[in-house]
């Protein structure tokens, strides 16, 4: 009798020290879950660029543009519109004017897991100093773009009289166009963004 209380005894303690080290390691998991969620959070709230990447189809007979937009914020943000954008999409470079004009224009359709915006931007930053093929055509019906900031400021004195301080450009870093004219950065980064851009795309 005492061998078989000592045999239960055993077996509680051993169910007490499973459950421990299976809370332990819940607690564990939950302190990275968070720890990584913050380092994201704390990645994006630095981020200089507004808005991080674009998926636009073009309608250059309509000039017309609709698609979707991420933000440093971690949104995902619809955007239908038309006008002079589409001149600008044609340009190596977007003036920050145009790019806050565009997001103006954008409407919120849901927040997307900040973690994941992260790792994207990350991505991107490798792409802005990457040689990869970067093709445009104004025949493209769609866009997949991410933007690399230019700190440097057109004033008034080095555009000419009667040019206004825009603030800094954007370049625009093509990730892939699709349409008329087929365009793909072929890069590890760039494959790996339109991924997931797609991905959203077909959720949105």
């Known amino acids: 009798m005492q061998t078989l209380k000592t045999m239960f005894l055993g077996l509680f303690l051993l169910g007490l020290l499973f459950t421990a080290c299976e809370q332990e390691a819940i607690v564990t998991e939950e302190v990275v879950e968070a720890t990584e969620l913050e380092m994201a959070q704390e990645y994006l709230s630095n981020e200089r660029n507004l808005i991080l990447f674009t998926a636009l189809q073009v309608d250059y007979d309509n000039y017309k543009v609709t698609g979707f937009l991420v ?12 006008g002079g954008i589409i001149k600008e999409l044609g340009n190596t470079y977007i003036s920050d004017l145009v790019m806050r004009d565009l997001y103006s224009r954008s409407v919120l359709t849901k927040e997307l897991p900040v973690i994941d915006v992260s790792n994207a931007a990350k991505l991107a930053k490798r792409l802005a100093k990457e040689k990869a ?18 700190n440097a400021y057109q004033t008034q004195a080095s555009c000419g009289p009667g040019q206004f301080d825009n603030g800094p450009t ?19 980064a760039a494959v790996e963004i339109l991924s997931w851009l797609q991905e959203l795309e077909q959720a949105n």
């Open 71 to 82: 933000d440093k914020f971690g949104s995902l943000r619809t955007v239908e519109t038309t």
């Open 133 to 150: 093929k970067e093709d445009k055509s104004l025949n493209t019906t769609t866009l997949y773009l991410s933007f690399a900031r230019n």
């Open 170 to 188: 954007h370049r625009q870093l093509m990730i892939a166009a699709e349409g008329r004219f087929e365009g793909l950065n072929s890069s590890d």
